[in-house]
């Protein structure tokens, strides 16, 4: 049975950089599609940022082009999600999210993930 383990989040301040890593036990990853996701408090959750199975797309929600920039490790079966500018409409759980799928171009961008993390806090202070 697969997972996806995210790191933990942290407080940081407003115009800071973090970046999120996310372990995924998914064999083999380069058959998956990742994203993360993010819940803000009162908030349904939202698509941020995902990636093909080969990294040969990326989509990412208008609120944060420019600023994150998602990634995968193919040898170490890591994700990770480099946040930068971060202000506190960032603030959220952030989630992890796998899918196996047969298009090499496709980026899920809808909640049709079979594999999330447990999330992890992001904190935005200004």
């Known amino acids: 049975q697969g997972q996806v383990v995210e790191s933990r989040g942290r407080l940081v301040q407003a115009g800071d950089s973090l970046k999120l890593s996310c372990a995924a036990s998914?064999?083999?990853?380069?058959?998956?599609?990742m994203a993360w996701f993010r819940q803000a408090p009162g908030k349904e959750r939202e698509f941020v940022a995902g990636?093909?199975?080969?990294?040969?797309?990326?989509d990412y929600t208008d609120s944060v082009k420019d600023r994150f920039t998602i990634s995968k490790d193919y040898n170490n079966n890591m994700v990770y999600l480099q946040m930068d500018d971060l202000n506190p409409e960032d603030a959220a759980i952030y989630y992890c999210a796998g899918e196996r799928i047969k298009s090499t171009t496709s980026v899920l961008t809808t909640h049709n993930y079979t594999y999330w993390g447990q999330g992890t806090q992001v904190t935005v202070s200004t």
């Open positions: 998914l064999h083999p990853f380069s058959d998956y599609a």
């Open positions: 990636i093909s199975r080969y990294s040969s797309r990326t």
